[in-house]
């Protein structure tokens, strides 16, 4: 895991680098906006290996910036509504845990066509494009019942702290979106886009599950023992469970969020003043 995330960090910022330097290189500027709707999963110690399990239907915002044909950058709001369940994902169901959260993630994302493209071109009407950024997130899993998880103490890690449940996590994180796509122009100023986004999050938090179940010595002396422990996994006859260090998910790993989305975007084209003296546009042709 920690090989693949230096692997799509690298990724991401020769991405960057490439968008930086093409734009010493362009000669107007091409701006759009526009929408994106789709589905929004989540993966993590609840749902490890399932992509597109218990899928939501989220949406967002997209202003784009190419530079020229071939880069571009953009600007995404993006909504997604995302839900994990043991009884649903059947990794370790003995635990009964279930979660819902409701993403709120602001991404700045550098985009490379393999075609010479651009919305409203007359010579390439298509492309398959990489993309990578960064973004920053908000999040907060609640129960079923709409109960905040992270007001519960439901994750025992005593070498962070937490025991005593005063020590909450943040709900603020950031991740390294990355994933491919293809685009279509279906007139001079607007096009579509469908791609496939996956997150890689700097937190296990998602689904309120991280490291081990709490220990407490009857069910009184723990009120939201429902939540942390719906099935009674850790506890005895008498409802006491004083055993440290029962594993209830893998601090090891972070959490992941996904979202396979379509998008309409409507292009304004601003010419530079250089261009507009010069009366051409060697970088876009063809608008």
Same mark, same amino acid.
């Given at each position: ?29 091409? /701006? &759009?906006? $526009?929408?994106?709707? %789709?589905l929004?999963? =989540? ?5 490890p290996?399932?992509p597109?399990?218990q899928?939501r ?15 571009a ?13 043991d009884?649903?994902?059947k ?24 075609l ?16 990578g ?6 999040f907060n ?14 994750d025992?890690d /005593? &070498?962070? $702290?937490i025991?005593d %449940?005063?020590?909450? =996590? ?31 999050t ?19 002396d ?5 939540y942390?422990d ?8 008498s ?18 969020f ?30």
């Amino acid at each position: 895991m920690k090989s693949c995330k230096r692997f799509y960090l690298i990724a991401t910022i020769a991405l960057l680098l490439g968008l930086f330097g093409a734009a010493l290189k362009t000669k107007a500027q091409i /701006y &759009e906006v $526009g929408a994106s709707a %789709g589905l929004s999963y =989540y993966m993590g110690d609840i749902n490890p290996n399932k992509p597109f399990s218990q899928s939501r239907l989220g949406g967002g915002l997209v202003f784009r910036y190419y530079e020229n044909t071939r880069w571009a950058f953009r600007f995404a709001y993006s909504y997604l509504p995302l839900a994990g369940s043991d009884a649903v994902a059947k990794y370790r169901p003995e635990r009964g845990l279930s979660f819902k959260t409701n993403v709120n993630d602001f991404a700045l994302i550098a985009e490379f066509n393999f075609l010479d493209y651009f919305t409203g071109s007359g010579r390439t009407y298509w492309s398959t494009y990489i993309f990578g950024g960064i973004s920053v997130f908000t999040f907060n899993p609640k129960a079923e019942d709409g109960t905040e998880l992270c007001r519960v103490l439901t994750d025992v890690d /005593y &070498e962070r $702290g937490i025991a005593d %449940g005063t020590k909450k =996590y943040n709900k603020i994180s950031a991740s390294i979106p990355f994933g491919v796509g293809v685009k279509y122009s279906l007139t001079k100023r607007t096009g579509i886009a469908f791609e496939w986004r996956m997150d890689m999050t700097f937190t296990d938090w998602l689904d309120d599950c991280h490291a081990y179940y709490p220990t407490y010595d009857d069910a009184e002396d723990q009120p939201f023992v429902h939540y942390s422990d719906p099935t009674g996994f850790t506890t005895d006859e008498s409802g006491a469970n004083k055993i440290k260090y029962i594993q209830r998910g893998n601090k090891n790993n972070n959490d992941w969020f996904g979202y396979l989305n379509v998008s309409l975007v409507y292009k304004f084209v601003v010419p530079k003043k250089s261009v507009c003296d010069a009366g051409e546009n060697k970088s876009f042709k063809y608008y």
